[in-house]
């Protein structure tokens, strides 16, 4: 399976006016600030994200 990551809106802009680019694989482009991007999947964290949520009294 080697579906492509769609992107919800530009990075750069935050416009959601995305488009897939003819320039290659992966690559998206802006309609609104006319820029083009990659989503890149970086790897796994080792031990995943610790949650410290104190309930925000500051206790």
């Given amino acids: 399976m080697s579906e492509r990551a769609a992107p919800f809106y ?3 802009c935050g416009d959601e006016d995305l488009r897939p680019s003819e320039q290659g694989h992966g690559a998206w482009e802006c ?3 006319n ?3 990659q989503l890149k999947f970086l790897g ?3 031990r995943g994200l610790v949650q410290t949520d104190r309930g925000g009294d500051g206790t």
Avoid: S, T, W
Wanted: hydrophobic share 50%.
């Fill in 10 to 12: 530009c990075p750069y």
């Fill in 31 to 33: 309609g609104a600030c």
């Fill in 35 to 37: 820029r083009a991007f």
């Fill in 44 to 46: 796994l964290l080792a």
